[in-house]
């Protein structure tokens, strides 16, 4: 059996591009302990098994499985088959929001839920091949038709069977139309954030964007994520933080400021609500080998 290699964030990795639609495929690593990332992630199975630690339930996927989850709970992928090869995508909340899913799902994703497909598909081992090699090539065009591709594959779920992992309520109740406008005004503020989360915003300026009252885009922001405005914005700056800590030269006050936050306490308060530790401790731990091991 080979020596198997460890997940570490780093400057290049999701973690550090929280708003930018990335692609993969490729021999997954383990993760010593469980991340987290403001994107929804997409899994799709290339060969062998791979197994989840998600934040309410695990999870074994095995070859030709696909998955949709939201990675903004702490999640891990703990095990796996030598042979395991896996592919898939990163997807900003303002490309997700914008899919034409089941109308319960995306609510349910936020809230901790895992999607599995039921309905394999032979073509897509060969698709996803392409969309990472179409979004790799720096061609414009090509990467662009590879990310419509992946959306609308996507969306075929709606047409298809699929088990929602994880999920304590009841499927399949009824949603009102005006929740795929409220899904269409989320979409428009999460671009918003997307393009300002490193400067000082706050809900008057996100609800502006989407020409919405404050107190509405708080409510249906917070419906459609399970999470307030302050809280996605927050993330967004953890993710990107949690990358810039492990740089070389990495100093905590520096990485607060250029993640944008205003203060050094408010950065520590938040960093620690979803790491469980310090900014500090995060970064001495991820030099240490086997320190950050569950």
Request: one cysteine or more; aromatic letters at 10%.
């Amino acid at each position: 059996m080979h020596e198997r290699g460890f997940y570490q964030p780093h400057a290049g990795s999701v973690e550090a591009h929280p708003t930018i639609l990335s692609t993969f495929h490729n021999h997954p690593l383990v993760m010593l302990k469980p991340h987290w990332h403001a994107q929804v992630e997409v899994n799709f199975v290339v060969s062998g098994t791979l197994h989840y630690r998600m934040h309410t339930h695990e999870l074994k996927l095995s070859a030709g499985q696909m998955v949709l989850f939201w990675g903004g709970l702490p999640h891990q992928l703990y095990d796996l088959s030598d042979d395991a090869v896996y592919a898939g995508a990163h997807l900003p909340l303002m490309h997700f929001f914008r899919l034409r899913l089941p109308e319960d799902v995306p609510h349910r994703l936020m809230q901790g839920t895992t999607l599995l497909s039921c309905t394999p598909d032979d073509s897509d081992a060969h698709n996803f091949v392409r969309w990472n090699r179409y979004a790799r090539s720096g061609d414009a065009v090509k990467a662009q038709h590879a990310v419509d591709e992946l959306l609308l594959r996507l969306e075929r779920v709606r047409f298809e069977p699929y088990e929602l992992v994880g999920d304590s309520k009841a499927a399949g109740h009824a949603v009102e139309t005006a929740e795929v406008q409220s899904s269409r005004n989320v979409g428009k503020m999460c671009d918003y954030i997307a393009e300002n989360f490193l400067h000082e915003i706050d809900s008057v300026d996100i609800a502006r964007a989407a020409n919405l009252h404050p107190k509405y885009a708080m409510s249906i922001f917070k419906r459609s994520t399970g999470m307030t405005l302050n809280e996605y914005v927050s993330l967004l700056r953890l993710s990107y933080a949690q990358a810039l800590l492990l740089r070389d030269d990495a100093n905590v006050l520096r990485v607060a400021m250029e993640s944008g936050f205003g203060s050094l306490s408010a950065f520590n308060k938040s960093f620690r609500k979803i790491a469980g530790m310090s900014p500090s401790d995060f970064r001495r731990d991820a030099f240490i080998p086997g320190a950050l091991a569950s």
